[in-house]
């Protein structure tokens, strides 16, 4: 069964709009993107790149899994790591440190009552998009993926502190 198979059984993301898959659930997005992972990875630093991209693109375009603090940091290092990449080792000690001692999953997943109303619910790309995509393209693809995220969430201002 290809992804437009399973993807043709079922309605849109409300937090994504992407294409649901057969189980109506989007997270079952991330496994698929883990499987290709377990494909085409080798482990170097541009495959620890790849995942970071992924795995930030998909919980940005799902905000309601994060507290707002927790995205708006996570849209910060994604962006950072797409404008200027550090290593991936850096930024995790830099996510430890400002992360520390903090809450960062919402407590009620599916509730968008702490995301900014500016924050889109249908992008220009998204998990489904990549994994309909040949794996040999993955690291290119959520390379994509995480500017054009980035990209149209830009101007979206962080709440005050």
Do not use: N
Not at 1 to 18: L, P, Q, S
Not at 85 to 95: C, D, H, Q, S
Not at 119 to 143: E, H, L
């Amino acid at each position: 069964m290809t992804a437009a198979d399973r993807d043709a059984v079922g309605g849109a993301c409300a937090e994504c709009g992407g294409p649901l898959p057969a189980s109506g659930d989007c997270w079952d997005r991330v496994a698929e993107l883990l499987e290709i992972e377990t494909i085409v990875l080798d482990g170097g630093e541009a495959s620890l790149r790849a995942h970071f991209y992924a795995i930030g693109a998909y919980q940005l375009q799902h905000p309601s899994r994060l507290t707002a603090e927790a995205l708006f940091g996570l849209r910060d290092r994604v962006a950072q790591m797409v404008e200027s990449p550090i290593p991936v080792a850096m930024l995790r000690r830099e996510v430890r440190r400002r992360t520390r001692g903090t809450k960062v999953t919402s407590g009620t997943p599916g509730s968008r009552d702490h995301v900014p109303g500016a924050w889109p619910t249908r992008w220009s790309m998204t998990a489904a998009d990549v994994v309909a995509r040949p794996a040999d393209a993955y690291v290119a693809s959520v390379g994509e993926w995480a500017a054009t995220t980035v990209t149209e969430l830009a101007g979206i201002p962080a709440p005050r502190r």
